[in-house]
């Protein structure tokens, strides 16, 4: 059968951003010959949702290869051309629960060598959590939002800070709030101003977002 | 046919509280002859979701009936046993929008004699309005927040408040948010401890909740 | 990574109730952790939706705990300022499926020191059972009405009981009624007033609902 | 264009239900050409869903015809063959504003010569309203009972009467009970044993079904 | 704490009909409890949604019980009193993956002393399959039809049948037809007069149903 | 502003089919501009979706246009280049009501000289229908089958007929089967080997779906 | 009553963007009322959803307003500190009937000073028309893409450009289309990376994502 | 019990197509009973959605079947009267985590002798994937074409080729795009014209459309 995968090599030229591989679905064989194909071409491999059991089996072949547990992501070679830039993204998510799409996140953006830091669990049940660090998340240059439950962490932030803001539902939660719909419509239903919204989940596209903004500045 | 409507005239003995009216699916005719046995037996009369036609032709009828136009509420009579109380009741409101929806509560509690404040336009996408009366809010004994669109408010006013909050989404927004729904996944998913929700637009519930908790102090 | 857990130790000074933990998306690591710095605030630690395997981890390292099955509740140490109150909760359940929601907001009142009864099984297709311990309930000043399926309990319980209703939908069922939703909705739209709702399957948030009531009688 | 409309009339000897006609999506050249055709083969004209408009058009060529306004039906001619039987039919309905669901199961069971009588407003909000009528109800051989809302009545007739129910949703209520969804599924997901369901708004189906246990025994 | 299970025993007295228990959301424990309780008031235990594990260790303590491992069903103990009747159900089924919900209706009427009969995989893609049962078919006075995908066969058996007919979806499919959700609407939509539906493979129901109309004759 | 409208006047070339200009959501202006442009190309105007109104203030301007009331659509000038095809297209219709949609798909035929015979009003609750023109339908090349409620004439179809099956859901109905979803997951479910599927309402689509066929074969 | 509207006004300072008022859910007296005390601060009146009715009542009072009816929005007076920028916004539309939603976002950002260029019906289904334009898009810094039914323009773009994406779904499409929530999802689940999205029809949503973007360079 | 699988053995008399046999919900059991019924007809047997385990035990007793564990399906037997044809069908896949289902397709296509060809991986986001096949794929007659996430590819592959296009969307992704519904959505929006689309993940079903379509030429 005709199964040569056609990875997106060109993808880097046209628009600046890599493609990254999807591994939830994909078989370890699938794996192993995409992370093969795409090393052969000096590009750097980058699987999100990985189980362990694929990584270790992807690890075994590449030693050098790094699997973040946390952020489900397993990362083999290096980025050829990082971007050189001072601008800086603040992850802000609403409990701990969500770390596995920020960390996803800052993975994503750390091997473009942009500076992330992370604001985990200032959930706005509490919202002097949330005032405690606004003065130093208002530092950074992007805003990436991640929250279960209600979402409503963005909308508060949204009212807050003039940075873009890039929202990522997270799927953390039980009943109407499962599954992550009820903080997506939360979010895109925003009262704030110009919150951008992304898939439930996506750190990763929230990344790519926030690496358009840094590119077009 | 056997057409005998038989409105709860026993609610009031049972549990304290009388029959609201949901004059939106009723016609004219059924109206006039509800509101007929209803005030024969010395009951008040508190039609809902009644509009200005309808209300008009009631009005040509019951000359002192009280039509609230901004609540779509119309009121004949008065009611027989007032509570005593010095319970005070704040309904908190995201937007104007809501208004509507907030009049409805406030309606229901001041037949039975219950002061209530109203704060509109106390979105969270401004926070500073709310900090601004969340002074004068704390005043209160039970808090109704009425928020369409992400209806984050709820989420907010229950991590900065002790008081019970009975929580109700409005219908306004667009897009995922239409109808209301946005907003009640956002209340029934919020992370603040305890806020319970009505059905979208439910002002009168929210009131009658209100009662049963004045009443049971 | 900056992966300091922000508890939040300020929710019992600003509205008097303590933060549950969330355990069915945290790693074992995460309990671990949070367990670890809420103790050393001398803060009871309360753990919901945590299963065998993660409890029996916990209870290696503080054998003092306490592991509610049923429950699927984990409690570390005492709650240090309990409730003075005469106030009493009745959690009335539609079917014994409905057990571990149930028991989840007996004990969240329990560390309180609120007294609590739970009648199991009284469901509305044998009325009768219901009939056979209203008088009993009618002796509660709260009432929390668990079930799933069609949820018509809170309704039936509605009509007959003056006192704050807190609606749990449960989720128990299949086809339509599978994950709580029937039940949700049927609670939502219930012909019977006042009646207030939490998200499927919140027996810790009605249980904070109650408080909120006892607290400020 | 080929546009002959095929009407069943070979229902009737098949399985001795006749067609109705839906008023709602036809237009009145429509309804006329297929009245002309019904009446011709000597077979009653049953319109459901039929607008005062589309009524009055057809009451100008068959003045004999008789349209049940709040029933929103018309009837054109005489059924030929009624059924000689005993059996009785009771509709029981939560809200007078369920009327116009209840009256077109009414309309349909009485063309065929069923004896029906209906009790219209008992809902399970004053349970008591039942109760005042469930020995009456009690004499009736099939029971059809039609609810919005939460369509709570359903059940709770299930767990009193042993006769065949069907239960009709009605399309009757706002927030998450508009359109009858939250009825529909109440009603499906019953814990009463043997309820059977029509779909929302479905008065003559629901006729329809009881015909066919009519028949039957 | 109080968790003494009130099983429905006045229901056969009430409604001549005996509570099902639901295995699937009990444990082991609560089916042993509930099932010691029932046989000492001389009813029979009728288990549906129970997998084999649990089936075994019911197995061990009550010998003479049966398990029907394709109804997913166990039963222990006699019906203290069948029915006497000559009334026949027929259960029509579209798919032999349907079977389970078949077997579950079949076992519930067999246990009241009803003769039963299955017509398996006569689905109306290979309409010739009905046809060539369909006399065999008419012979019976009750019709159950279970059938998922698209559920049209309630539609042409309605079409050609003139018993009562309760159709009950079965979640049975993928895409857009998983669950069963395409099934039930289809069938809640019938063209077909007078069929009367259950919840997403709600066999024991169909039975139930079945038994209401065989006493009301 | 920059408001050129970009109508696909290489689509014919590329794929041999015209675009249709959906009428619904466009102002008379957009259609006056749109209708301009395409006739200056010498292009055929083929409105869909299009109100009496709108086709009025057309006809004004283009006396030999065409508007076909019963399809909403309206047709100004002449295809320049028809097929020259002995296939020919059966429009099967499950309702009088579905007759728009056929009608729609129709027009879309003709003006490419395509033979096409609508078959009204042959749904499967009295399947003698069908049977009786069953033999006419199968003498055409490719079947479109147009049906609201349940749609199960597809499944029916599909088993009898061996040729291309076009299934469009249309949106007649109430309840459950209201919009057309019901139908359109019936279909989509069908246990029929090979129907295809268009979206609710678009017998344009239908139509250029058999073109394809035609042109392919 | 207590109506006093709080508009934000605050808001600008704090995040340099002004309030939108919603102009569909609002009443006339509610808009005079909001436009008044907004004009009072010298800030710029911008109303969006705004019929012609309202629209021309405003304009009797405010002269000078402009009511930009394919927009549906009103402006009036001018915003005291512009944006000066040399950011060039392009706003891609698939359709013409997406205009509104183009339209506000464009006036949204001209009042900023933001010059924006439209590129309307550059749909996927005939892609030579996005060729055609591809180069003069990529001209400019930020992209707002805004498409109904499928919404795969989004995609497309997001594969060919480089810069920052801001996707807008719109109601436009029928069936499975209708009210925008296919183009939503499609948007959200693009393949294309880091392609942000708001909610269906937030047009002045997507201007102010826009300017947080161009403010933050 | 009378459990004789009715399989339609005359589908390949009526429309030249056997049946699939649906591995997915039916027991090792029943998957043998059928087998053995099947070819004892000289009919193949083609089983999908079957797993290993199962896949495993039939092999055991048929070590001439081919188990396609990619595709999820085997085939024992010959299909005795393939197709002479020279028509040839592309299936085009928008990404490799389509693979399952594309294969499925191939394989249903190849027992009737039908030349087909695979294009993997060449999805929208880089469209000159796309570009660099589209000639080699318009050499084909017929096209399917399967794709999850927002499935863009059938609306492109359908404004650029002229043959017949059969959409199979596919259960690949997260969010909201999970299980399928964005790309069916997106699919059956498709502003190409004549864009025919099947059940989610439906493979066998588009290989018989296409059977239908090379049968009719």
């Given at each position: 059968m005709n199964l040569d995968i056609r990875y997106d090599f060109?993808?880097?030229k046209r628009i600046g951003l890599i493609e990254a591989i999807w591994g939830?679905?994909?078989t370890i064989e699938q794996l192993k010959k995409v992370a093969k194909n795409v090393l052969e071409k000096n590009e750097i491999v980058f699987?999100?949702?990985i189980n362990e059991d694929k990584a270790e089996k992807l690890l075994e072949i590449y030693p050098n290869?790094?699997?973040y547990k946390e952020a489900n992501c397993l990362?083999?070679?290096e980025n050829p051309d990082k971007l050189?830039?001072?601008k800086k993204v603040a992850i802000v998510s609403g409990g701990s629960s969500d770390l596995n799409v920020s960390l996803e996140a800052k993975l994503a953006l750390n091997i473009y060598g942009v500076y992330v830091e992370t604001f985990i669990d200032v959930g706005v049940a509490g919202i002097h959590r949330l005032f405690s660090v606004i003065d130093e998340i208002n530092k950074y240059d992007i805003l990436i939002v991640c929250a279960g439950m209600e979402g409503a962490l963005a909308t508060v932030i949204g009212g807050l800070c003039s940075q873009p803001i890039i929202a990522v539902p997270v799927s953390v939660g039980y009943g109407v709030s499962k599954n992550g719909f009820a903080a997506l419509n939360s979010m895109l239903s925003s009262c704030s101003p110009g919150i951008t919204v992304m898939n439930i989940g996506n750190g990763f596209g929230a990344a790519m977002a926030a690496l358009r903004i840094i590119k077009s500045a």
């Amino acid at each position: 059968m005709n199964l040569d995968i056609r990875y997106d090599f060109g993808r880097r030229k046209r628009i600046g951003l890599i493609e990254a591989i999807w591994g939830q679905d994909k078989t370890i064989e699938q794996l192993k010959k995409v992370a093969k194909n795409v090393l052969e071409k000096n590009e750097i491999v980058f699987i999100t949702r990985i189980n362990e059991d694929k990584a270790e089996k992807l690890l075994e072949i590449y030693p050098n290869a790094n699997y973040y547990k946390e952020a489900n992501c397993l990362i083999i070679g290096e980025n050829p051309d990082k971007l050189v830039t001072k601008k800086k993204v603040a992850i802000v998510s609403g409990g701990s629960s969500d770390l596995n799409v920020s960390l996803e996140a800052k993975l994503a953006l750390n091997i473009y060598g942009v500076y992330v830091e992370t604001f985990i669990d200032v959930g706005v049940a509490g919202i002097h959590r949330l005032f405690s660090v606004i003065d130093e998340i208002n530092k950074y240059d992007i805003l990436i939002v991640c929250a279960g439950m209600e979402g409503a962490l963005a909308t508060v932030i949204g009212g807050l800070c003039s940075q873009p803001i890039i929202a990522v539902p997270v799927s953390v939660g039980y009943g109407v709030s499962k599954n992550g719909f009820a903080a997506l419509n939360s979010m895109l239903s925003s009262c704030s101003p110009g919150i951008t919204v992304m898939n439930i989940g996506n750190g990763f596209g929230a990344a790519m977002a926030a690496l358009r903004i840094i590119k077009s500045a």
